[in-house]
């Protein structure tokens, strides 16, 4: 397996693409930072990670889709595969917070951010960036935010958890046969299914709904106060929890 350390850079997931661009990169290369000065999150949002205490890294995978509707599949193959890995170190309470959020008791302790590049031969390259909070003790005007130390009050080896995440994307991409058994599992750590949640959209308007999955296409499924299921994706509706 192809890991790449660097001490500092600006973003992963870029570093990550643009050697992806440059050069044949085989499947889980992987480039993994002590210092991420511009990582990045969902919606433009920054991901600030304290130095040295967290897993900031990104994986290539050259995925092949039958069809453009499977590629929602890579976000859940990514979401279990974490959530396998830390229900062995026994963190409880472990969701998937739609899109691909992990929490922990409530609290986000991973981020995932995957950009695809669709190629000229239609293969598409993933770049499958996690920020994990792993050793960080404090998130200063982060009210929602933990880490794996907090939750656990001991500290972490990140090199055994890095390794022990790439296993288990490597195991979880390879069930990508049977994608059924993979959104079933996806669904049953869906964060807040089936209880009403109180969401606000782009306007700003807030109303309740409850959640009811996630469509093929990764869009959120609520059905609403009129009884209608409205589908929708991630530039259109915020969770207030």
Same mark, same amino acid.
């Given at each position: 397996?192809?890991?790449?350390?660097?001490?500092?850079?600006?973003?992963?997931?870029?570093?990550?693409?643009?050697?992806?661009?440059?050069?044949?990169?085989?499947?889980?290369?992987?480039?993994?930072?002590?210092?991420?000065?511009?990582?990045?999150?969902?919606?433009?949002?920054?991901?600030?990670?304290?130095?040295?205490?967290?897993?900031?890294?990104?994986?290539?995978?050259?995925?092949?889709?039958?069809?453009?509707?499977?590629?929602?599949?890579?976000?859940?193959?990514?979401?279990?595969?974490?959530?396998?890995?830390?229900?062995?170190?026994?963190?409880?309470?472990?969701?998937?917070?739609?899109?691909?959020?992990?929490?922990?008791?409530?609290?986000?302790?991973?981020?995932?951010?995957?950009?695809? &590049?669709?190629?000229?031969?239609?293969?598409?390259?993933?770049?499958?960036?996690?920020?994990?909070? &792993?050793?960080?003790?404090?998130?200063?005007?982060?009210?929602?935010?933990?880490?794996?130390?907090?939750?656990?009050?001991?500290?972490?080896?990140?090199? &055994?958890?890095?390794?022990?995440?790439?296993?288990?994307?490597?195991?979880?991409?390879?069930?990508?046969?049977?994608?059924?058994?993979?959104?079933?599992?996806?669904?049953?750590?869906?964060?807040?299914?089936?209880?009403?949640?109180?969401?606000?959209?782009?306007?700003?308007?807030?109303?309740?709904?409850?959640?009811?999955?996630?469509?093929?296409?990764?869009?959120?499924?609520?059905?609403?106060?009129?009884?209608?299921?409205?589908?929708?994706?991630?530039?259109?509706?915020?969770?207030?929890?």
């Amino acid at each position: 397996m192809n890991i790449i350390k660097l001490n500092a850079i600006d973003s992963t997931n870029n570093f990550l693409k643009e050697l992806s661009a440059t050069q044949i990169l085989d499947n889980f290369t992987t480039v993994v930072t002590e210092n991420q000065r511009k990582g990045k999150g969902q919606r433009g949002a920054i991901w600030s990670s304290q130095d040295g205490k967290n897993l900031t890294f990104s994986t290539f995978i050259n995925h092949n889709p039958a069809f453009t509707s499977e590629l929602y599949t890579i976000n859940i193959v990514v979401s279990l595969a974490l959530i396998k890995v830390l229900e062995k170190y026994q963190l409880s309470q472990l969701h998937i917070k739609w899109p691909n959020d992990i929490l922990s008791e409530n609290k986000k302790i991973c981020g995932i951010l995957i950009e695809n &590049v669709i190629k000229s031969d239609r293969s598409i390259h993933c770049i499958i960036g996690i920020g994990l909070n &792993v050793n960080q003790m404090a998130f200063e005007n982060l009210p929602k935010a933990s880490s794996m130390a907090i939750l656990k009050n001991i500290l972490f080896d990140k090199e &055994v958890l890095l390794n022990e995440i790439l296993a288990s994307l490597k195991h979880h991409y390879n069930q990508l046969e049977n994608p059924s058994l993979l959104w079933k599992k996806y669904h049953s750590y869906l964060y807040k299914k089936g209880t009403p949640v109180a969401f606000e959209d782009t306007s700003k308007k807030q109303f309740m709904g409850i959640i009811q999955g996630v469509s093929s296409f990764g869009k959120l499924m609520v059905l609403l106060e009129d009884d209608t299921i409205h589908e929708y994706d991630i530039k259109e509706i915020k969770m207030l929890y």
